[in-house]
């Protein structure tokens, strides 16, 4: 099929790329002329595994000009969503794509599909994107298609989860369009639910913040394990064999980041309060999580007074395999240890970087040198970090590393 995406971002890369994988004519649509020139150039603009092989292989080209996606039978609308001061999510990305692609659509010929991949409050596509394509005077449901499918991909993962999906969701405008999206799918063998717009928009809310809240909670109980004398890990390894709980997201620990768990709690707990509602458990999941990161500094503090301290930090990106620092627990763990007056080491393996961009002022070193401070917070789970000698230094563990037990004086976040 001749398909496009509107949004080079983390999703629209991974959906294009892999589309064009299985046979697929893709174009990718962004404003950002480096980034196209990078996937014309088949450099892929992200760190993400299989996804530099997939735009060499595939048939896969980019551009700026909308014009070049006016044969496409299907469109995804891929482009970010982001947060404005922690609390308001911005959809004029959104909006602004989909007057565009209506533009597309009134020199259109044929009827396509525009399918909406971009995590969106529910409603969103009914009361926002379907009006924002309707003013180039083309009809949802008469002149086009309108499905909202939700992806699930984990950075680091995306190309495999992409290519492997536990389930497929289709939100529809009507059975039309789904079964037109449901072509592209075909290959796949996962369970496919098909439901309306607003019910595919709030099952991504509502996974999404299911995970968060396993974490929390599992922190909570990890909190409660450290002062009994419990390990919560072995308390977690019981509670996994229950099979109505199961093992996964049950790795105590520092919290939750990333560019999805966060923000899609947040977005959920706007939805509520819009209609009047006050989500008691997810805003404490959000608490939780904020609180969890300042108790690895609280630890830290017990063991020695932070002013004027050399203090090594391992671990910035929010998990391990990927560069992205977004709403990583080393970001607020930085601003507390820096308020209280220490000063700062930090090594990650590949997300210097972009940490640089935010805290140009600390010093950054090879993870050696950083093992050298005062003390050091482990705070991503990077595999590499279990193969240091920790031995004589004082460790404060947000991730349970095995090795840096060995440590002078070791304390793990909730063990
Ligand atoms: C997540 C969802 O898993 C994915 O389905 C979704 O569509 C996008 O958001 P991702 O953001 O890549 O994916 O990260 P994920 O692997 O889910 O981890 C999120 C955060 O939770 C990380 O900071 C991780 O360190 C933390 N985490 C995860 C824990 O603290 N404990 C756990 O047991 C699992």
């Keep these: 099929m001749r398909i496009s995406v509107v949004g080079a971002g983390y999703v629209g890369l991974v959906t294009g790329a892999c589309l064009a994988k299985l046979g697929n004519e893709v174009t990718l649509i962004d404003i950002d002329e480096k980034r196209v020139e990078e996937v014309n150039n088949k450099i892929s603009p992200i760190c993400e595994e299989g996804l530099g092989e997939l735009l060499n292989s595939a048939h896969i080209e980019a551009s700026s000009n909308f014009q070049k996606i006016t044969d496409s039978e299907v469109i995804f609308i891929c482009v970010g969503t982001p947060c404005a001061d922690g609390e308001f999510i911005l959809l004029e990305q959104v909006e602004k794509a989909s007057k565009e692609v209506g533009q597309v659509l009134r020199a259109k ?57 536990a389930r497929i969701i289709v939100g529809e ?58 390990d919560v890990y072995e308390v977690a390894e019981g509670m996994g064999l229950d099979e109505r709980i199961g093992s996964k997201f049950l790795n105590a620990g520092v919290g939750f980041g990333g560019s999805c768990l966060p923000k899609d709690l947040m977005m959920l707990i706007g939805s509520a309060k819009k209609v009047g509602y006050a989500p008691q458990i997810l805003e404490q999941v959000l608490n939780l999580n904020e609180a969890q990161a300042l108790r690895l500094v609280e630890l830290l503090r017990k ?31 930085v601003e507390a240890l820096l308020q209280e007056g220490a000063a700062v080491k930090a090594y990650d393996p590949i997300a210097v970087e972009n940490f640089k961009k935010l805290f140009p002022q600390i010093e950054y070193g090879t993870k050696e040198e950083v093992l050298n401070s005062d003390a050091v917070l482990i705070i991503t789970e990077w595999d590499e970090f279990n193969e240091l000698n920790y031995k004589g230094k004082i460790v404060i563990d947000g991730r349970r590393i095995p090795r840096a037990r060995e440590a002078r004086i070791y304390e793990g976040i909730c063990w």
Aim: include cysteine.
């Design 109 to 165: 010929r044929g009827y396509c599909v525009v399918c909406v991949k971009s995590t969106v409050v529910p409603g969103a596509t009914e009361e926002i994107i379907i009006p924002a394509l309707e003013e180039s005077g083309r009809k949802a449901g008469k002149d086009f298609g309108i499905c909202m499918s939700p992806e699930f991909l984990r950075e680091g993962r995306a190309v495999y989860d992409f290519m492997n999906p």
């Design 303 to 333: 063991n020695l007074p932070l002013k004027g301290a050399a203090i090594g930090v391992l671990g910035l990106a929010f998990k391990p395999g990927t560069d992205d620092i977004r709403e990583s627990r080393a970001i607020k763990i």
């Design 173 to 230: 405008y009507d059975g039309r369009s789904g079964s037109i999206l449901l072509k592209l799918y075909r290959s796949f063998n996962a369970p496919i639910l098909r439901t309306n717009l607003k019910t595919a928009e709030m099952i991504k809310l509502a996974s999404n913040t299911f995970l968060a809240a396993k974490i929390s909670l599992i922190n909570e109980i990890g909190n409660i394990c450290k002062h009994l004398g419990i």
